[in-house]
């Protein structure tokens, strides 16, 4: 995937500045446009849902099968479960829960795996387990209360989430955990990958552009600008920026 595009290039774009607004785009769009555009496609199943959704219960069977079966193997091998355990007396419940309720768990659950990937850099292997399995039971309540068109506005859902996952889980590396990346280590991920990671170039592309345009043109003016020349040639040089690129 192209760094450099076609025009456009600005002269004398620091590399602080060329960060820090490739930084900025990167985090409004992981902190808020991600989040916005998944509120909106699971809006769409809960219409589809319908007034039932209030009324009607389903059991978390694969919830509790998971919990049942992971906490007990994790304090075998001495690990805390706490962060699991509060999901079990949900899970047990007779009952079952209505939509909404199983939603705001497995929306909850989600919430901390996104936390533990921004600011520690990977995501707990026992909680994406448990997402797994109110994923599923979530999937049982909308076809149990709407049949197959809110089964098909469920799993078209589901689709659209795992896309958007895929692009936020590669881009929370050009943060680095906690988002403390400094703008000249956001600038130096992008560029170098365009040598070995193409697709974390695409998708930032992608996601810089609908964020902040200028702050894109500004990278890549920057990147040109910097390919262009040496240490011993300080002047901007076609061949040099050839050769570099």
Avoid: C
């Amino acid at each position: 995937e192209a760094l450099i595009e076609k025009g456009g290039f600005r002269e004398g774009i620091d590399l602080f500045t060329a960060g820090e607004k490739a930084k900025k785009a990167v985090s409004d769009y992981l902190t808020g446009t991600h989040r916005d555009l998944m509120s909106q496609k699971w809006s769409q199943v809960q219409n589809a849902l319908g007034p039932r959704a209030n009324i009607t219960r389903t059991p978390l069977t694969n919830t509790k099968n998971y919990l049942k079966t992971i906490i007990p193997q994790q304090k075998r091998l001495g690990f805390s479960t706490a962060h699991l355990e509060p999901y079990l007396q949900n899970a047990t419940s007779q009952r079952g829960l209505i939509y909404k309720d199983i939603r705001e768990l497995k929306t909850k659950v989600g919430e901390n795996l996104e936390t533990d990937l921004f600011q520690k850099g990977k995501k707990d292997r026992q909680l994406e387990g448990l997402y797994a399995a109110l994923e599923k039971d979530a999937r049982d309540a909308a076809g149990n209360i709407g049949g197959p068109d809110a089964l098909k506005a469920y799993d078209d859902a589901v689709r659209f989430s795992r896309n958007m996952f895929a692009r936020r889980d590669a881009l929370a590396p050009i943060l680095g955990p906690g988002f403390k990346n400094t703008p000249e280590q956001v600038y130096n991920k992008i560029v170098n990958a365009a040598q070995t990671n193409s697709e974390l170039v695409r998708r930032a592309r992608t996601i810089i552009n609908r964020t902040d345009p200028n702050a894109w043109k500004d990278l890549t003016s920057r990147a040109a600008e910097q390919l262009g020349k040496t240490a011993k040639n300080p002047e901007w040089s076609p061949g040099q920026f050839v050769k570099s690129y």
